[in-house]
């Protein structure tokens, strides 16, 4: 079946450090690929998305390449800030009848000022 | 605009105690629903999702179910509560092909 598998952390940065979690899958097929945030006590908010082989998607700051020949989608941020903390999913979908969502284990992100 | 609501935001209940969790859309008609738990420091876990009226997929067996009463409405439910079931719950609909929104979710916690 379909998985997402994520570094686990936490991760732990100064402000201003380079991030990047590691996020590799396995699916059939071509799937969608996203990363999700949760903040403290929060649901999941949609930080970026990529549809296809090669698309980079971005969002505040954040940027993802879909790499269909390493089967990854690591997250990458030149500069984090203190309000960057949180968790933050990896996730696919196999764009199947039910669109459903495999997600990763999540990995919390810590930024000391 | 298109909204979910979740509730309620935090629930305590005992062992052996019934369960009902609520998620209702608005602004969109037809939408795939979700349930989702994310159990104490682990990823999510795709509990249920729906298509359509009374049409009900479940990932996981356990002692959960879900039902789809009306198109925008999706509950889950127990009948007895196990402590195992405590976690942080999502629901969640499809927003377009490629677009999840989730609701805030409901802490559980059984005691």
């Known amino acids: 079946g379909d998985s997402v598998t994520q570094m686990e952390g936490p991760v732990t940065l100064s402000e201003e450090a380079f991030l990047t979690i590691n996020c590799t899958y396995t699916?059939?097929?071509?799937?969608?690929l996203f990363w999700y945030v949760q903040y403290p006590g929060e649901g999941l908010q949609l930080l970026l998305k990529?549809?296809?082989?090669?698309d980079k998607g971005s969002n505040k700051g954040f940027e993802a390449t879909y790499r269909k020949e390493t089967t990854s989608f690591h997250l990458e941020k030149g500069s984090v800030q203190v309000s960057d903390s949180a968790v933050y999913f990896c996730?696919?979908?196999?764009?199947?009848?039910?669109?459903?969502?495999?997600f990763g284990g999540g990995t919390r992100l810590m930024v000391k000022p | 605009s298109q909204t979910i609501h979740q509730w309620p935001a935090t629930l305590v209940q005992p062992v052996g105690s019934p369960l009902s969790l609520e998620c209702t859309v608005e602004?969109?008609?037809?939408?795939?629903l979700y349930w989702y738990r994310q159990a104490a420091g682990r990823g999510l876990q795709l509990l249920f999702y729906?298509?359509?009226?009374?049409?009900i997929s479940s990932e996981v067996p356990q002692n959960l179910s879900a039902s789809r009463p009306q198109d925008r409405q999706f509950i889950l439910s127990s009948k007895k509560l196990l402590l195992s079931d405590s976690g942080f719950y999502l629901c969640?609909?499809?927003?377009?092909?490629?677009?999840?929104?989730f609701g805030s979710g409901t802490r559980l916690t059984v005691v």
């Open positions: 699916a059939t097929g071509y799937p969608s």
């Open positions: 602004g969109t008609s037809n939408p795939n």
């Open positions: 969640a609909w499809m927003a377009g092909f490629y677009g999840y929104t």
């Open positions: 990529a549809t296809k082989a090669d």
């Open positions: 729906s298509v359509g009226i009374g049409q």
């Open positions: 996730a696919l979908s196999a764009n199947n009848a039910g669109n459903m969502l495999t």
